[in-house]
């Protein structure tokens, strides 16, 4: 294959570019998704291709092909030629590349047991009994399983003489329960929304999530929800759940501080941010208490590999340390607009036809010193949220309000009723301000977001966020109807 990026970069140069880097990705995902009781979706995909990125004159060009037939590679290197010199007479600013060294490396991630060889039966299996589980709750009318593996090799080579080939399995399964009565409809899922828990993991993720183990306890909550009422409105201490909190990393600091959306070249999807340029080192986005860890060195992460899509080196840095804002999250392109010589390596690209662009990796908020029951025990009013289910931000990433799937009121240090649809509200910086007690690491859990989107045409990225349950001081909760 590095035969093959070598044509390709030998061509890039001889047509006049300063510099070019190709990326080819091989790739298969087998997917299941079930409902109640049913196989409704089975699909192996197998995707193949390379995308070609050059530097010609003072413009960037990219274009793809999904052949890996050498005969491709002219037609597409003269286009991303051609692009990359139309958009340099439109450019203004120089492109100035940070000074990453190249590397010449191989990397795979870990797994146990290839999930490729793991017979279908037993992965529908799984499944099935789960859904008869779910379905034995009468007031479940809608059971719901899903499991997905992906195998990837990815070669990226450069004309900075960069040759690395990254391997990497991911395994993910989950389920949900969604139940009808009382005029409501409840959901509830397991480990975690959108498909479940995703790991750099092979089939011994599966096996470890407890997936059966737990479906009676869901189906019963989903049912219990029913009857719940709504927590009244009022500013109380709100506990996170891991789950819930990993959304709230993601949307709250994660996409605020890729650098791309901070210089406003970014702006789909709410897409802007309120941590800018000239205040980032001055702001304080949350309490002491608050340390939040980009790493792409996390093990079985979403966001971990070896190289990023410029082949830069895997990182951990801190984007805010003790409550202090301190880095954003950056690539080869745009680490010189904050005086970096050197790429945080976060430039991700979700195929072989797409441009690479600032996407988040790993993010966790580092655990505290509290036992969750300690926690719990020192909360006079207050209310335990956790499990995703909606959100919404404004384009800076200030204002948010988040509604999960289950809620217990807190009263005199004891959870004493569930509530439903609890609702919380805050501002960002004024929000983290607020936390005051993080569980210990021993509650710290990886979270996977297998649904992040960004970008123009759109890009779906997948990264993991590492949270301990938390507390925040008078938070808005509930919602006030008129
Ligand atoms: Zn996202």
Known sequence: MFDFCDKVLNYAELLGASYADIRIIIRDIESLYTKNGKLENYSINNIEGFGVRVICDNGWGFASSSNLD?????????????????SSKVRKEPIILSKDPPFQDRWASTY??????????????????IDEILRNEPSVKIAEGYMEFRREHKYFASSENARILQTTIVSGAGYSATAVGNE???????????????????????????????????????????????????????IIGGEQLSLQIHESCGHPSELDRVLGYEENYAGSSFITVDKYR??????????????S?????????????DGVRAQRFFVVKNGLYQNYLTNRELAYTINEDRSRG????DNFSSVPIIR?????????????????????????????????????????????????????????????NPTYQGITPNFWQSCDMIASEEYWKPWGVI???????AQVMMMTHGAAPARFKNVMTGIVRH
């Open 70 to 86: 050498s005969s491709q590679i002219e037609k597409t290197v003269r286009k991303a030629v051609s692009i990359a010199k139309a």
């Open 112 to 129: 146990l047991i290839d999930p490729f060889t793991v017979p279908f039966d037993n992965k529908l299996q799984t499944l099935l009994e």
């Open 184 to 238: 409501d409809v409840q959901t509830r899922s397991y480990p975690m929304s959108f498909g479940g828990q995703y790991m750099q993991m092979g089939w011994e993720l599966v096996e470890s999530l407890k997936l059966k183990e737990n479906a009676q306890r869901v189906a019963s909550e989903t049912a219990a929800l029913l009857n719940a009422k709504e927590p009244e409105p009022k500013v109380r201490d709100l």
């Open 282 to 295: 001055n702001l304080h986005y949350g309490s002491h208490k608050v340390n939040i860890v980009a790493d």
């Open 297 to 309: 060195t996390l093990p079985n992460g979403l966001g971990t590999f070896g190289y990023d899509d």
């Open 346 to 349: 976060c430039s991700r690209a």
């Open 360 to 420: 988040m990796i790993n993010l966790s908020l580092l655990p505290g010193d509290d036992k969750f029951e300690d926690i719990i025990a020192a909360t006079e009013d207050g209310l335990y949220v956790d499990g995703i289910k909606t959100w919404s931000i404004d384009q800076m990433r200030l204002n948010f309000q988040f509604t999960c799937q289950i809620g217990y009121l807190i009263k005199n240090g004891k959870m004493i009723e569930m509530v439903k």
């Open 451 to 457: 649904n992040c989107g960004k970008g123009q045409p």
